[in-house]
């Protein structure tokens, strides 16, 4: 019976032992699975956030650009000789609604005063990439425009 007993002590001790070089395994997998969840969410949540101020740069860049597209020069207009766009009125008209929505951008106005392109800047502050040390993505929003003119009137 003796011997029967200090088997199964050597058993339990034999356990014991095992299980106490396991712990801490589990707490390791669960840091790194716990990283790794976060790195995913901060890519969704300022991926997105850049994605929607892409979008929003885009946006005010081609309502800018329907601003400038209204300021046609009246002398020539008055005239009869061409519809063209007045490129000082449309600098200034791009740059008004700019700065009420508060972006920067620039205009170009070409093609005889047919066209012009509106670019604007804008930046994003992250949330989650300020742990790696990136604090703002720059996103760029262009739009094109052309004068359209009625054949004959």
């Not at 929607?52 to 046609?72: F, P, V, Y």
């Not at 002398?75 to 063209?84: D, K, S």
């Not at 700019?98 to 949330?127: K, P, R």
């Amino acid at each position: 019976m003796n011997a029967i007993v200090r088997r199964f002590v050597d058993q339990r001790r034999a356990a014991l032992a095992t299980r106490r070089r396991d712990r801490g395994s589990m707490s390791l997998f669960f840091a790194l699975s716990s990283l790794a969840i976060l790195m995913v969410m901060g890519l969704l949540v300022d991926g997105s956030g850049a994605l929607n101020a892409g979008n929003r740069a885009t946006s005010l860049a081609q309502e800018a650009a329907r601003t400038a597209g209204q300021q046609l020069d009246p002398a020539q207009a008055v005239e009869g000789t061409a519809i063209t766009i007045d490129p000082d009125a449309a600098v200034g008209a791009v740059q008004d609604y700019l700065t009420a929505a508060g972006v920067q951008g620039d205009v170009q106005v070409t093609d005889g005063g047919q066209s012009l392109t509106v670019t604007v800047h804008d930046t994003y502050d992250t949330y989650f990439a300020q742990i790696i040390g990136v604090g703002t993505i720059n996103v760029t929003g262009t739009a094109k425009a052309h004068l359209q003119t009625q054949a004959g009137g």
